[in-house]
């Protein structure tokens, strides 16, 4: 059984910083891609950033310049660097993940999300 354990969300004023974490735990033959999305009040789940591998971040425009993800592949864990934050990042945040459990099959998860505020 694989859980995506996520942490770090909280209340936040405007212009402020919060780093989320997100481990995965469980019988994990490896990881592909780990990503971060987040579902404001009332709106659809969004992507915000994913990282496969060792190649290049992604991220949506919306945060580009003020958010970093990071992996640390040894623990199994994807990182999200959120500077400047606004008012419209408020959102619960969603880490996922593509695991590969055995050497042909993959799965994909998701993190049970933790809430991000940000408020003066």
């Known amino acids: 059984q694989v859980q995506l354990v996520e942490s770090g969300g909280g209340l936040v004023q405007p212009g402020g910083s919060l780093r989320l974490s997100c481990a995965a735990s469980?019988?994990?033959?490896?990881?592909?891609?780990m990503s971060w999305y987040r579902q404001p009040p009332g709106q659809q789940r969004e992507l915000v950033a994913r990282?496969?591998?060792?190649?290049?971040?992604n991220y949506a425009d919306s945060v580009k310049g003020r958010f970093t993800i990071s992996r640390d592949n040894a623990k199994n864990t994807v990182y999200l660097q959120m500077n400047s934050l606004k008012p419209e990042d408020t959102a619960v945040y969603y880490c996922?993940?593509?695991?590969?459990?055995?050497?042909?099959?993959?799965?994909?998860?998701w993190g049970q999300g933790t809430q991000v505020t940000v408020s003066s």
């Open positions: 990282l496969i591998g060792g190649g290049s971040p």
């Open positions: 996922n993940a593509l695991i590969q459990l055995t050497t042909v099959r993959f799965e994909n998860y």
């Open positions: 469980g019988s994990i033959f490896s990881i592909g891609a």
